[in-house]
C-alpha cells in the first residue's frame, strides 16, 4: 500500500526567510509525486508535480520541491516566505500507471510571519 | 470559467435524510473523483470514474453512491445521513496525471 509522511502538523517561519516543508513517501514502482495548497475555506490548488527528469521541481508561486529516491522524500522549499504563504500544504503521491490513486499526506500548515 | 464547480457549497441537513452533490468539470477530461476531507483536514479518496466508469472504490459505506451521467459531471448521492458524514467532499478531474480540485462542499449533518 502506498503512503505519504508529512511529520510537521505545523510549519512556523518568519517572512522573508526560507522555508521547507517535509515528504516522505512510500509507494510500489516509480512514484509520480505532487503539492497542494489549501487555503481557509478553499479548495486544493496544484502547486508542483514530479513525474520524470530533473530532481528539482519549480512550481507556482516560487516554491519548489526536490525529489530524493534513495532518501523516498519530496520536500518543499521558497527561498523566501511570504505572509501570503501560509495556508495548508499536502503532499501526494501516486504509482506510476493509468489507474492508481492519489494518497495525500496529512497535510502541514505554514505560518510565516512578520 | 470555472474549471471544476460543485453544488452547493454548503448543506446542512438532519440525520436520516438523503442527499446530493454535483460536480461538473469544463476541462474535457477523462477522470472525475470523489474526496472526503474529515474535520482533521485528511484527504481520503472515495470514487473514480473513467470516462463514465468506475475505476476506483474506496472501503465507503454503500450508503454513497456516486453517478457519472457523462464524463463532464460525477455526482454523489448519500442515503440515510449519519453525524459521521460530516465534512467536506472535493470533486476533482484529471486527464494527465495532475488532479485539479473543485472548491468543496461542506455538509454538515445534525
Known amino acids: 500500500a502506498q503512503s505519504v509522511a508529512q511529520p510537521e502538523d505545523q510549519v512556523n517561519v518568519a517572512e522573508g526567510n526560507p522555508l521547507t516543508v517535509k515528504c516522505t513517501y512510500s509507494?510500489?514502482?516509480?512514484?509520480?509525486l505532487f503539492w497542494y495548497v489549501q487555503y481557509p475555506n478553499r479548495g486544493l490548488q496544484f502547486l508542483l508535480k514530479?513525474?520524470?527528469?530533473?530532481?528539482l521541481v519549480k512550481g507556482s508561486y516560487g516554491f519548489e520541491a526536490e525529489f530524493n529516491k534513495s532518501q523516498t522524500s519530496f520536500h518543499l522549499k521558497k527561498p523566501s516566505a511570504l505572509v501570503s504563504d501560509s495556508a495548508l500544504y499536502f503532499c501526494?503521491?501516486?504509482?506510476?500507471?493509468?489507474?492508481?490513486?492519489?494518497?495525500f499526506g496529512t497535510g502541514t500548515r505554514l505560518q510565516v510571519t512578520l | 470559467d470555472t474549471a471544476v464547480s460543485q453544488t452547493p457549497k454548503y448543506l446542512v441537513t438532519q440525520m436520516g435524510n438523503d442527499k446530493s452533490i454535483k460536480c461538473e468539470q469544463n476541462?474535457?477530461?477523462?477522470?472525475m473523483y470523489w474526496y472526503k476531507q474529515d474535520s482533521k483536514k485528511f484527504l481520503k479518496i472515495m470514487f473514480s470514474?473513467?470516462?463514465?466508469?468506475?475505476?476506483i472504490n474506496e472501503t465507503v459505506p454503500n450508503r454513497f453512491s456516486p453517478k457519472s451521467p457523462d464524463k463532464a459531471h460525477l455526482n454523489l448521492h448519500i442515503n440515510s445521513l449519519e453525524l459521521g458524514d460530516s465534512a467536506v467532499y472535493f470533486c476533482?478531474?484529471?486527464?494527465?496525471?495532475?488532479?485539479?480540485f473543485g472548491p468543496g462542499t461542506r455538509l454538515t449533518v445534525t
Open positions: 476533482a478531474s484529471s486527464q494527465d496525471r495532475q488532479q485539479y
Open positions: 509507494v510500489s514502482g516509480n512514484p509520480y
Open positions: 514530479y513525474i520524470t527528469g530533473d530532481n
Open positions: 501526494a503521491v501516486r504509482a506510476a500507471g493509468t489507474a492508481s490513486k492519489l494518497t
Open positions: 476541462l474535457g477530461h477523462d477522470t
Open positions: 470514474y473513467n470516462n463514465k466508469e468506475l475505476i
